[in-house]
């Protein structure tokens, strides 16, 4: 077990990943807190949404048989879904209101369509079920742009990541309600995309944390 000697309390103010609180003898780095007493969830937020992005993107290049959608589903409520979504919640605690907006909302969608694919989509008409998914996926798309939009100031990383998302959110959406297997392709390549960055944000945040500093660059946009 590590052990915490001498804990401050949390500074009124604190970086992204918090201030240094003691060391973590397994790990080898600093425990860090946030004002709130909590720690920075976005990383395992990141991580989650980008394996059953990954998941479905492979299946929508059709790399994987669509066979296997259950299990696709199945780390969407789990994973993808309540994690990330816990995860949005302790954003939203620590004050960070863009990560703990953006990681409820895809939690939250994660969740609605694991539901779908699992217990609602059954009771569509065979020939509606594209209509269906892409009535989903054009409903969530807004909120994808003003997520995308409110990024801005964030870094140039996590604008080309959401954009990249707003993308596949298009292409899925057209290509689901006009049955366009082509657009689903495409829009499961652009899923990928999105996934790599995702991962490579989380890396960077976990990085940001062990070493103290930052490590791999996403370049800041915010001004000083």
């Known amino acids: 077990m590590a052990t915490v000697t001498d804990k401050p309390s949390p500074p009124q103010m604190a970086e992204r990943n918090g201030a240094p609180n003691g060391t973590d003898l397994e790990f080898g780095a600093d425990q860090r807190v946030t004002p709130s007493g909590w720690g920075n ?122 954009g990249t998302v707003l993308l596949t959110f298009v292409l899925l959406a057209m290509g689901n309600y006009g049955a366009h297997t082509s657009l689903i392709h495409i829009g499961g390549v652009t899923g990928i995309v999105a996934a790599a960055l995702a991962f490579y944000l989380a890396l960077a945040e976990l990085c940001e944390y062990s070493y103290g500093r930052e490590v791999i660059p996403v370049w800041p946009l915010a001004k000083s």
């Not at 059709?62 to 949005?88: D, E, N």
């Not at 969740?111 to 989903?136: C, D, M, N, R, T």
């Open 41 to 162: 969830a976005g990383p395992l937020s990141l991580l989650a949404f980008a394996v059953v992005t990954l998941m479905l993107s492979l299946v929508n290049v059709k790399a994987i048989s669509a066979g296997v959608t259950p299990v696709v589903a199945s780390v969407g409520l789990i994973f993808g879904g309540t994690t990330q979504l816990i995860g949005g919640l302790i954003q939203l605690r620590n004050g960070n209101t863009f990560q703990g907006v953006l990681f409820s909302s895809f939690g939250a969608f994660w969740i609605a369509l694991a539901a779908i694919l699992e217990w609602y989509l059954k009771q569509v008409p065979a020939a509606q079920v594209g209509h269906s998914l892409g009535l989903l996926l054009y409903g969530f798309t807004p909120l994808v742009l003003v997520l995308w939009l409110a990024s801005f100031r964030t870094s140039v990383v996590v604008v080309v990541a959401l």
